[in-house]
């Protein structure tokens, strides 16, 4: 009998990663530590058992007949399942690992705290502008033993997240970029320092330096970079933005004011994508094009229209500091909704930014107002109608209200999408109270 094939965690990736390997004749043992109503409706089609939350002195048993064990994303480090599976001598997998091992296309690949989706959306659609085949997949609605079906795709471009780099037994890819780091996950990492080991695992298959894109404007990420990695993010760095131009090395790529989103953060991810994708294979004028149409992705900094003089901006997926204050430091003067759930991380580099006022929200909302007591005008909310009115009063005509958290968004909402579906939804009803 041939050896079996654990899987810890039933969310999308797992089930994608049981339904593949029973394709493939394999024995396969399932375990959720928290199987919902749709984890266990998913097993019942796959026609296996699971084993629920099982206890620490469990998992010898579970593992005994196993050769190999894949870990779904966000399986925290100190998990009873890692230290049994070096004392039964298993192999702990992430799902890129199955991946490999099935397939040998190219993948290219993003990481860093902030802004991986919005550039492996913008490198995909510039090397479908340029002719070759390209897929989205990893951390996103396509995992990549589902995305290798896909016989017509000739490269993969991975989001990839700390959990899936650092639960690889090895990293298989291509060029990738990372783009930023900040404390973030400390929920899931063991501290700090392991988050940035696997974030720094994305350049660990390169094999010629130039491969690594790099933003050279973050201290961690360029302390990380191999000599002759190509950098952005700074005036003398290979992909960068001179004289209004977004230049890679000499050759100019598009002119910002053509760039359809020029806050900041966009010019970085602009940047990041256009080095990537052009080190990939794509063509200068394929990555002008996108972005020069690129609006960018719902809950992002995504202006969801003016009620009564007052802008509103749905940045839900801002879900760290760090990208809460990336996002006020775009809109200076706005009015910040924040707050949700802790993720471990600290909120007083909150307290650093200039909003014209804060409302909080959610578990987090007294480590909100601390943040930025005696810095500016500080209100606490009990829902989002609550939140949105206070901003609202507090912006005044001409003003800003922003919701970027800078926390989780499972007080509340079951995902960082239905917050920010929630805010707009609000403020469309303030649109037809007028």
Request: glycine share 10%; hydrophobic share 45%.
């Amino acid at each position: 009998m041939s050896p079996a094939v654990l899987v810890l965690g039933m969310g999308l990736t797992g089930r994608a990663v049981a339904e593949t390997l029973l394709r493939r004749g394999e024995d396969v043992r399932l375990v959720d530590d928290r199987p919902d109503e749709k984890v266990l409706r998913a097993v019942r089609t796959l026609g296996l058992d699971l084993t629920s939350a099982p206890t620490v002195g469990e998992w010898a048993g579970l593992l005994d007949g196993c050769d190999r064990i894949v870990v779904s994303p966000g399986v925290p480090d100190g998990h009873p399942v890692f230290e049994s599976a070096v004392r039964a001598g298993v192999v702990v997998l992430d799902e890129s690992d199955l991946a490999a091992d099935w397939d040998a296309r190219p993948r290219c690949a993003v990481t860093g705290t902030d802004g991986k989706t919005t550039v492996v959306t913008l490198v995909t659609e510039m090397l479908e502008r340029s002719g070759i085949r390209a897929l989205a997949a990893g951390n996103n609605e396509t995992p990549l033993v589902a995305a290798i079906d896909d016989a017509e795709a000739e490269v993969f471009v991975v989001e990839a997240s700390s959990f899936r780099l650092g639960h690889a037994r090895s990293v298989h890819l291509g060029p990738s970029a990372w783009l930023n780091f900040a404390p973030d996950h400390l929920d899931v990492h063991a501290d700090l320092a392991s988050y940035e080991a696997a974030k720094a695992r994305i350049w660990e298959s390169i094999d010629d330096p130039a491969d690594a894109i790099a933003n050279l404007s973050d201290p961690v990420v360029r302390s990380h970079a191999p000599e002759g990695a190509t950098g952005f993010g700074t005036d003398i760095a290979e992909c960068r933005v001179e004289g209004g131009v977004l230049l890679l090395g000499d050759d100019a790529i598009i002119t910002v004011d053509e760039i359809s989103r020029r806050m900041p953060h966009d010019l970085l991810n602009a940047q990041a994508a256009t080095a990537l994708a052009i080190r990939v294979g794509a063509s200068p004028e394929g990555c002008a094009e996108v972005l020069r149409c690129f609006n960018g992705l719902p809950h992002r900094m995504q202006f969801l229209g003016e009620v009564g003089g007052v802008r509103f901006v749905d940045d839900s997926k801002a879900t760290t500091p760090h990208a809460t204050l990336s996002a006020v430091s775009a809109l200076p003067g706005a009015v910040l909704i924040a707050g949700g759930r802790s993720k471990g991380l600290d909120l007083a580099p909150l307290g650093s930014a200039a909003p014209r006022a804060v409302v909080a929200i959610g578990e987090a909302a007294d480590e909100v107002v601390a943040a930025f007591r005696g810095r500016c005008p500080v209100s606490t909310a009990d829902s989002m109608e609550s939140a949105v009115a206070r901003a609202r009063q507090a912006a005044g005509d001409g003003g800003v209200v922003l919701l970027s958290p800078g926390c989780s968004s499972f007080d509340w909402y079951s995902s960082y999408a239905e917050r920010g579906d929630d805010f707009a939804r609000v403020v469309r009803a303030l649109e037809v109270l007028r």
